[in-house]
């Protein structure tokens, strides 16, 4: 499996002191995050993409080209690439670009993203956020595997014999994610191209993303690419960690309450009752993220939440000392007990080269 952390970017005041990060500092607060990640021992960081305030990641390629420059083993990706607002060519080349300089380590997560004016500020209709992804994806997936295409779809202009350049690297296009919290189209989506399916995980009890997840892998199933258990999924989730529980939670609340992705409703003991979120000790964590196992299967990808809500970069950084010291290496030996032989491991670039290669000797 692999283990890491996803940042949505918001400028959010510290609710106990008050003072609210510059643009500066929070972009530079990333980046500093993404290096302890790698320093702890995850694999992976994971950047959303948001055009308003008060997030500042609205281009994901140019942070994740400086963090690859600034590390060697780890896994770049992105919690949303918006799938429906930004061109499928600009995709294709901005992140085959991206994973020429990163040497194969990234990939991406596609979505349609939560905030609703950024559509017609890029000339799109919310209203057909489903076709847009649908059809958006068709491009770009055809983009990184056809060096000419041909095109003519509803919403863009059509293309004459394009090629996408450069080429992805070793003829390997990244892999892809599809991201939902609430989509069975998306879910479809994923399941027909054979691609991974992220279920966020951090808004709704279990019980809806058991739906989507088993849907996903039914489906996956049915377009033959291999059994429901060889599905590749990955889950979000959230954490804050103290020693002691009652510390955990006295600290975290006042972020919690003012927290702009899910702030101001149910109190932070009704969140936790029901939904993912796991405030308390590293072994708390540890057994609520094994949990994830009974009720989804065995998955490939585990991101954690923990940067937003105004909490101050030193507190974050403590954070991921305890994720990478106390929490993963227990979670790494447990998931991997009684991991049946036929589930997959988390793609990587070597390990899809290695695909393309087998099946090209095949086929020789």
Known sequence: MQFGIFSVGDVTTDPTTGRTPTEHERIKAMVAIALKAEEVGLDVFATGEHHNPPFVPSSPTTLLGYIAARTERLLLSTATTLITTNDPVKIAEDYAMLQHLADGRVDLMLGRGNTGPVYPWFG???RQGIPLA????ALLHRLWREDVVDWEGRFRTPLQGFTSTPRPLDGVPPFVWHGSIRSPEIAEQAAYYGDGFFANNIFWPKEHFMRLINLYRERYAHYGHGTPEQAIVGLGGQVFMRKNSQDA???FRPYFDVAPVYGHGPSLEEFMAETPLTVGSPQQVIDRTLEFREFFGDYQRQLFLMDHAGLPLK???EQL?????EVVPVLRKEFAKDRPAGVPD???HASLVA???ASAAVGA
């Open 124 to 126: 799109q209709d919310i």
């Open 315 to 317: 507190t974050v950084l």
């Open 134 to 137: 649908v059809e958006n994806y």
């Open 321 to 325: 000392d305890i994720l990478g010291e």
């Open 355 to 357: 695909a393309k290669n």
């Open 249 to 251: 939670v006295r600290e």
């Open 346 to 348: 988390a793609p990587t």
